[in-house]
């Protein structure tokens, strides 16, 4: 089981940014996906998830209205759109699914 993130980086307060989660080594559509984050000095906390159909999506208050949880079964692939970001969302990013984890990418929201 795989999963690479990618799509992190530096971006303005009130800036956009769209996360990538690149699946292999299981039936990914069978499983729901979730997106995850940690920031310095704070414990790992569920950004966002979506069911293995995708019918089904919940979000972390803090991000609600501003980032969307997607998948595309067909290319293995679930995403995070991030809008409107400020510097509370500055972390590293985790996809998680089938029992595994990402490396992480970094969101850093910053002037």
């Known amino acids: 089981v795989q999963l690479v993130e990618s799509g992190g980086g530096l971006v303005q307060p009130g800036g956009s940014l769209r996360l990538s989660c690149a699946a292999s080594?299981?039936?990914?559509?069978?499983?729901?996906m979730s997106w995850y984050r940690q920031a310095p000095g704070k414990e790992r906390e569920l950004v966002a998830q979506?069911?293995?159909?995708?019918?089904?999506?919940r979000y972390a208050e803090p991000v609600k209205g501003r980032f969307t949880i997607s998948r595309d079964n067909a290319k293995n692939t679930v995403y995070l759109q991030m809008n409107s970001l400020n510097s509370e969302d500055t972390a590293v990013y985790y996809c998680?699914?089938?029992?595994?984890w990402g490396q992480g990418t970094q969101v850093t929201v910053s002037t």
């Open positions: 998680s699914g089938a029992g595994a």
């Open positions: 080594g299981f039936i990914f559509m069978r499983y729901y």
């Open positions: 979506i069911s293995s159909a995708g019918g089904s999506t």
